[in-house]
């Protein structure tokens, strides 16, 4: 059974750094990619930053050169380093992984629970 546990979340004064952790656990034999998305009050969940198994990035335009994605393969955890925040980056943060089992041939999606970010002017 797999399962991605974040943590990292809290209350922060704009301008200010976080540091969001996801690890992913159970019987695991690859992880092509491990996104994190956000989603604020009344609107829609969105991709804030995505890395592929070999390391390649991606980030939505609003949190690029203040947010980096980067991962562990060995410990299966990925992390997002979040600096200079605005009020609107406030929300919960989910992390999504998409991941093989080791008596699996293709990748399931999974998430983690979320983590609450709030960013105060």
């Known amino acids: 059974q797999v399962q991605l546990v974040e943590s990292g979340g809290g209350l922060v004064q704009a301008g200010g750094s976080l540091r969001l952790s996801c690890a992913a656990s159970g019987t695991i034999a690859s992880i092509p990619s491990m996104t994190w998305y956000r989603q604020a009050p009344g609107r829609l969940r969105e991709l804030v930053a995505i890395?592929?198994?070999?390391?390649?990035?991606s980030y939505t335009n609003s949190v690029k050169g203040r947010f980096t994605i980067s991962r562990d393969n060995a410990r299966n955890t990925v992390w997002l380093q979040m600096n200079s925040l605005k009020p609107e980056d406030t929300g919960v943060y989910y992390c999504?992984?998409?991941?093989?089992?080791?008596?699996?041939?293709?990748?399931?999606?999974?998430w983690g629970q979320g983590t609450q970010v709030t960013v105060s002017s």
């Open positions: 890395i592929t198994l070999g390391g390649s990035t």
């Open positions: 999504n992984a998409d991941i093989i089992g080791q008596l699996a041939t293709r990748p399931q999606s999974y």
